[in-house]
């Protein structure tokens, strides 16, 4: 390669290579970047999911979303993991500072805010059953457990996400450079919570 | 650390040192040579060939079903199909096109080619590269599968409700079609990811995005036309696998569902996705356009901003699918107006390209014949394309064989001619030989012609008003001359699809005997063809710093005062060389993604037969997807010498200056050479 013609030009094709983990274009991390994008499109998954649910809200037969639905506890339990950002936030910041201890405890109540979130969905899933409400009850059952089960899911992987930053911490495996993982981890907890507060109005609140 | 073995330019791993166990299951991969390193690789080159290799095959498949269509309407009352093996046939063969070939062709192209254009070892997330095309391939084997299991799905790629219900279709074909694309959709959507974030982090220092190459822009868009149009399909899917597999209501009529929903759903998905498969072909014929007229491109933003153009307006125009579906007069004016707006950024591409060959010295090698058959045969296209926006033809028009000459001169003319074009062009860059030029121009003019005795009589018989998915026609309409004609077509298209796979061999024993085309064999202007062909598994080293768009192009050639270009550098004195030791760290394989991935379509043959199958498959996924996050992403025994961290890609920081900087330099340049 004759380098001494290329500098002439003054292209430096001699000069020192850019690492492939370090100093992004854009400054945002890959993965940060990728979960960004990555909740961008989940986005347009519920977007589906709550139009097919106002479509089909008034079924044909079977109950109705007025006679079934309890507000005051999904409210309580709407409360509950709005509650679990708070402590998902004093996460990652725990992390940052460097403190793992904390960083333990708020990653442990964050998990225990969500499982009982999803323990309130069960609970309100059998509930309605029991008063009549299957999945194959009616057009409104249908799209009522696919929205909120699939929210449910989402959550529930949420919490193994949680539970396996909380394992590895223990086992030291999460030094304070990592603490990005927690912080995406945390977007994705935030974004489900969001998705909620959404889902909670369309779905309970708005008649 | 262990010496690397000096025949070994890029070191995977510590060659076998410490063994790595996550969950206590494999030893971390070392090889990078041999067929055992295809199931584990991550480089974004090997995954890109074999994204091209599997779509090749279900080309071939599609293509065979093709045949069989055309062979059954060759006379009236055709009996080589029953109605319900023509009904699978097409189904397939259109879901087969769309979702295996067109698609990862165009993944193949932007797998390979992207991080070259920009400048990058790798993409940003190497594993997840390789789980996405495993998901594709395994996604793709599952949905044809169902031809063994009981027949193929039978409702058109689109599956139209209620139509797919289970009491219009009891067999599994429509589940193995709905399972399998859930399966390929999470291949696209992690790759749009992945790919997406590749090109926005981790450009060569002084690439910015104006001076990045149209492919790679292209590219881009494709991959948000994906990121956002497979979550939409993925929601149609699901209510339609709980339709079928649970019993629920969503298209259940009698309880009050609504077709029309799946129909909005899957056009919102559907009308994106005709963009970002033309797309990728319209990036690759930008970049070669120029090659062969010896120019730049002509308007370049243009040539960019049309293609995001395309892609927001392509986000507004799904319901010129539904004009007949009584959706109201205005929504059929709104979509009318959109569908005729969306012409305007496409039309404006096919000015640039005819723009860009005029007054260039044009070279007729087969990569730019294909390039000008995209450019006609796609102009076709576009024209019947928009006579589609006029609602009250478009009513006449629908279900309808004109239909299906549109898209296809869109998708076959448009999309596929791009790509064989992009196949000739870097067959000696992924191969290091050269496609054999007789055959190629041979195989183009076969193409060409057998391309247009197919679909070009399909406008004529869909004005006639023969429809399509009918599994055949009385005697006695006018439909019997072209029916012939297009079947006749076919098979001299089939002919050209063999000859360009006898080529590829052809070719290969040829070059044995030949010596490497070297790194530019056609004088081109990006800088993946600074690098030796095949390109070396380290990509780029050094990593080049880009100074302006075709840079390549400008560290051979510098311009006189009238802009034309004058030889300032011998090709060999710019390009990179393969000798030498060349000690850079890349990331290391893993046996992870292609176990992820293996799990999802035993899940879905546990939904459609015994359901304790699927959570077998589920924990295969769960155990990878756990052995995958345990696992470093690079070997920690790898080599890491190579680490000059004080050069960091440099932001868009005042383009504008730097592009005049530019100018000045190479006019000053020129000064001294002339």
């Known amino acids: 390669m004759a380098d001494t ?90 992390i940052e500072r460097g403190d793992h201890h904390r960083l333990r405890v708020w990653l442990a109540a964050t998990a225990i805010l969500g499982s009982t979130f999803v323990a309130g969905q069960l609970y309100e899933f059998t509930a309605f059953y029991r008063e009549g409400l299957g999945f194959t009850t009616s057009r409104f059952s249908s799209a009522f457990y696919t929205l909120t089960g699939f929210h449910g899911v989402h959550v529930t992987i949420g919490i193994l996400m949680l539970v396996s930053l909380l394992l590895w911490s223990l086992r030291g495996k999460l030094p304070e450079h990592r603490s990005e993982t927690v912080e995406v981890v945390g977007l994705y907890w935030h974004f489900v919570d969001i998705v909620w507060i959404l889902i909670f109005a369309v779905v309970y609140l708005i008649p | 650390m262990a010496t690397p073995d000096p025949g070994q330019l890029a070191l995977p791993s510590g060659n076998g040192a410490v063994e790595h166990r996550p969950l206590g299951v494999f030893t971390r991969p070392s090889s990078s040579k041999g067929w055992r390193s295809w199931f584990t690789s991550v480089d974004h080159k090997k995954i890109g060939v074999m994204y091209g290799a599997a779509a090749l095959f279900f080309f071939i498949i599609g293509g065979l079903e093709a045949l069989l269509i055309r062979v059954q309407l060759w006379a009236p009352r055709g009996t080589l199909l029953t109605a319900d093996e023509y009904n699978q046939v097409f189904t397939m063969h259109g879901t087969t096109m769309i979702f295996l070939v067109v698609m990862p062709i165009g993944a193949a192209f932007a797998n390979y080619l992207m991080p070259l254009q920009i400048g990058a070892r790798d993409v940003a997330f190497p594993r997840i590269n390789a789980f996405s095309f495993w998901c594709f391939l395994f996604g793709g084997i599952f949905l044809n599968t169902a031809w063994f299991l009981g027949g193929g799905a039978d409702g058109g790629w689109f599956m139209y409700a209620p139509n797919s219900s289970v009491v219009f279709s009891p067999g599994h074909g429509i589940d193995f079609w709905n399972i399998g694309l859930l399966i390929t959709g999470i291949a696209s959507l992690t790759g749009a990811v992945n790919l997406i974030v590749t090109v926005l982090n981790m450009r060569a220092p002084g690439m910015t995005l104006m001076k990045m190459p149209v492919f790679t822009w292209m590219t881009l868009v494709t991959q948000f036309l994906l990121l956002f149009a497979i979550p939409v399909l993925t929601a149609a899917q699901v209510l339609l696998l709980f339709d079928r597999a649970f019993d629920a209501n969503f298209f259940n009529v009698e309880a009050g569902g609504d077709p029309l929903l799946w129909q909005h759903l899957f056009w919102i998905f559907g009308h994106p996705e005709v963009y970002l498969m033309i797309l990728p072909a319209f990036g690759l014929v930008s970049d070669i356009l120029p090659v062969f007229s010896r120019k730049p491109i002509f308007g370049y933003p243009f040539i960019v901003f049309s293609g995001i153009a395309i892609g927001f307006m392509g986000w507004g125009v799904w319901a010129h699918h539904m004009f007949v579906s009584g959706i109201g007069p205005v929504s059929v004016l709104v979509f009318s107006l959109t569908t005729m707006f969306i012409a305007v950024p496409t039309g404006v591409k096919i000015l640039n390209w005819t723009a860009t060959m005029a007054r260039g010295k044009l070279k007729l090698d087969t990569p730019m014949l ?14 019947s394309g928009v006579t589609h926006s006029v609602a009250p033809a478009d009513t006449q028009q629908t279900d309808t064989y004109y239909i299906v000459a549109h898209f296809h001169y869109v998708l076959f003319g448009g999309a596929f001619f791009g790509f064989m074009a992009g196949f000739y062009f870097y067959w000696p860059k992924v191969f290091g030989y050269l496609m054999n030029e007789t055959l190629g121009k041979v195989n183009f003019w076969l193409m060409f012609v057998g391309f247009n005795l197919t679909f070009g009589p399909m406008h004529v018989l869909g004005l006639q008003g023969m429809s399509r998915r009918i599994y055949t026609y009385d005697a006695g ?21 063999a000859l360009f796979i006898f080529n590829i061999f052809y070719s290969r024993a040829k070059a044995k005997s030949m010596a490497n085309p070297g790194p530019d064999p056609w004088d081109a202007r990006t800088i993946e063809w600074m690098i030796p062909s095949p390109v070396p598994e380290y990509n780029f080293d050094p990593i080049p710093t880009i100074t302006r768009r075709d840079d390549f192009w400008y560290r051979k050639y510098g311009e006189t005062e009238d802009h034309m270009p004058v030889r300032i550098a011998a090709t060999d ?34 939904l459609l037969y015994t359901h304790w199958l699927s959570l077998i498959g589920g924990l295969i996924v769960v155990a990878g997807i756990y052995g995958w996050a345990l696992e470093p992403p690079d070997d920690p025994e790898a080599e890491h010498d190579h680490h000059d961290d004080d050069h960091g890609p440099v932001g868009e920081v005042e383009p504008d200056r730097a592009e005049d900087e530019d100018l000045s330099e190479s006019e000053k340049e020129v000064e001294t050479v002339g």
Do not use: R
Not at chain 2, 370 to 383: A, D, E, P, S, V
């Open chain 1, 5 to 94: 013609t290329v500098h002439e030009v003054g292209l430096d094709a001699a000069a020192p290579v850019a690492h492939l983990d370090h100093d992004t274009n854009t400054g945002i991390s890959n993965t940060k970047l990728g979960m960004w994008l990555f909740l961008g499109s989940e986005c347009l998954l519920f977007g589906g999911l709550i139009t097919t649910y106002l479509i089909y809200k008034t079924p044909l037969s079977g109950p109705t979303p007025e006679q079934i639905f309890d507000i005051p506890f999904t409210s309580a339990s709407s409360f509950v993991l709005l509650m679990s950002s708070l402590t998902m936030v004093l996460a990652v910041s725990a």
């Open chain 2, 370 to 383: 294909f390039c000008i058959g995209l450019i006609t045969m796609f102009t076709i296209g576009g024209i």
């Open chain 2, 477 to 497: 309409y006018g439909f019997e001359f072209w029916n012939q004609v297009a079947t006749i077509g076919a098979f001299v298209l089939a002919g050209s699809i």
């Open chain 2, 573 to 606: 004195e710019v390009c990179q060389s393969a000798e030498g030791e060349h000690d850079v760290h890349l990331p290391s394989p893993s046996y992870w993604p292609i176990v992820t991935a293996f799990g999802l379509p035993i899940v879905g043959y546990g």
